[in-house]
């Protein structure tokens, strides 16, 4: 079971990035998908999470409106879209796999990080002002 991510980089204050999550060894289309990111000194947050359909979407309130959460079952990749990204965005951006999630799970299950069972190396984003 891997969840390798991808795509971080540094980008400046405005601009955009696409992260990658793409599993391997398990039955994607099952899972609770979500993105959490571990600013330096901080403790790791919730950023958002999409059900297993895709047809429900949850996003912290710092990145509502700015961050979009997509996924393809097809290719079992998540991704995270980050729009007029700020340099309070910088942080290591980590995926992770709930396989235990119901269909109808909801926000408050879905940005908390001990129902995830599987997550991603983490990715690097520098965001400059």
């Known amino acids: 079971v891997q969840l390798q991510a991808s795509g971080g980089g540094s980008v400046q204050a405005g601009g955009s990035l696409r992260l990658s999550c793409a599993a391997s060894?398990?039955?994607?289309?099952?899972?609770?998908m979500a993105w959490f990111r571990q600013a330096p000194g901080k403790e790791r947050e919730f950023v958002a999470a999409?059900?297993?359909?895709?047809?429900?979407?949850y996003y912290s309130d710092s990145v509502k409106g700015r961050f979009t959460i997509t996924r393809d079952n097809a290719r079992k990749t998540v991704y995270l879209q980050m729009d007029r990204v700020k340099p309070e965005d910088t942080a290591v951006y980590y995926c992770?796999?709930?396989?235990?999630?119901?269909?109808?799970?909801?926000?408050?299950?879905?940005?908390?990080?001990?129902?995830?069972?599987?997550w991603g190396q983490g990715t690097l984003v520098t965001v400059s002002s």
């Open positions: 992770a796999a709930d396989p235990n999630a119901i269909l109808t799970a909801g926000p408050n299950y879905a940005s908390q990080q001990q129902h995830y069972d599987y």
């Open positions: 060894g398990r039955t994607f289309s099952r899972d609770l």
């Open positions: 999409i059900s297993r359909t895709g047809t429900s979407t």
